[in-house]
């Protein structure tokens, strides 16, 4: 019977280990290009943004 329960919390133990070692993987090259397509996107939207204000400031007649 002690036996089996050490087997058991053995058993857990490990997969808890396999679990959390898993889960801190370091980032692929996949991810890292990723990331830096979302950073080029949201470079892009805020240029988008404002350039739409300095059309809607110029057709407003207002200049900066």
Avoid: Y
Wanted: aromatic share 2%.
């Amino acid at each position: 019977m002690k036996l089996e329960k050490f087997a058991r919390n053995a058993l857990i133990m490990i997969a808890l280990v396999a679990a959390i070692s898993a889960c801190q993987k370091p980032e692929g090259p996949a991810e890292r290009a990723g990331k830096e397509v979302d950073k080029a996107t949201e470079k892009a939207g805020q240029q988008i943004e404002k350039a739409g204000e300095n059309i809607q400031d110029a057709a407003k007649g207002d200049h900066k």
